[in-house]
Every structure is written in C-alpha cells, then in structure tokens.
Nanobody, 115 residues
Framework: QVQLVESGGGLVQPGGSLRLSCAASGIIFSIRSMGWYRQAPGKERELVARISITSSTNYADSVKGRFTISRDNAKNTVYLQMNSLKPEDTAVYYC?????????WGQGTQVTVSS
C-alpha cells in the first residue's frame, strides 16, 4: 500500500523555477526522512536533496543554493523548490526515503530546462 506520487514537473527556461510535490501514503510519514532524486538520460539516479524528521536538510553540491527541500507532515507531502534552473537539471525527479527502507519508486515527474 506504500505509494509515492510525484508532480509539478514541466518545461521551463534556463533561470526559471519549478516546485515539485511528492505525496506519500502507506507510511508513517512524520518519522521518515525523505529525499528527492533525479535521473538524467544515460545517467544513474542521484540523490539531490534530503530532509530529516527534524527538518534538517542536505543538498548535493550541484543544486546547493538553488534548490530547497521542505515537508508538510500534515499533508504527507515533500516539496522541492527549484530556482535558477539550468539545462543540466533536466531529468526525471523522484522522491523516496534515503535509507535502507527504500519504498517502491513512483513514476517520477519530468523536468526539462531548455530555451
């Protein structure tokens, strides 16, 4: 019954912004660390941001200062605010828990940064 549903992706010009959402069900969300991953064509999936149960955050160097991860436990939702987007941010973005208790992957949401 565990389900992760990502949304909010789309086509945006370089320098633009997007806000991604991840709705989780089937877990006790408030006691799960959560993260955002991305996978570009021909590349491995990488963790770009994580948020702990206390809302402390960590970011990959490639997105630090541009992306912000947040959570709303009342809505069982994790967000990724993406600013100053670059073409190299183009990827399918996924959410999951960045622990050994990885949940089934959702479909992800496509982010394309292009002029």
């Amino acid at each position: 019954q565990v389900q992760l549903v990502e949304s909010g992706g789309g086509l945006v010009q370089p320098g633009g912004s997007l806000r991604l959402s991840c709705a989780a069900s089937g877990i006790i969300f408030s006691i799960r660390s959560m993260g955002w991953y991305r996978q570009a064509p021909g590349k491995e999936r990488e963790l770009v941001a994580r948020i702990s149960i206390t809302s402390s955050t960590n970011y990959a160097d490639s997105v630090k200062g541009r992306f912000t991860i947040s959570r709303d436990n009342a809505k069982n939702t994790v967000y990724l605010q993406m600013n100053s987007l670059k073409p190299e941010d183009t990827a399918v973005y996924y959410c999951n828990t960045p622990t050994t208790a990885t949940m089934p992957w959702g479909q992800g949401t496509q982010v394309t940064v292009s002029s």
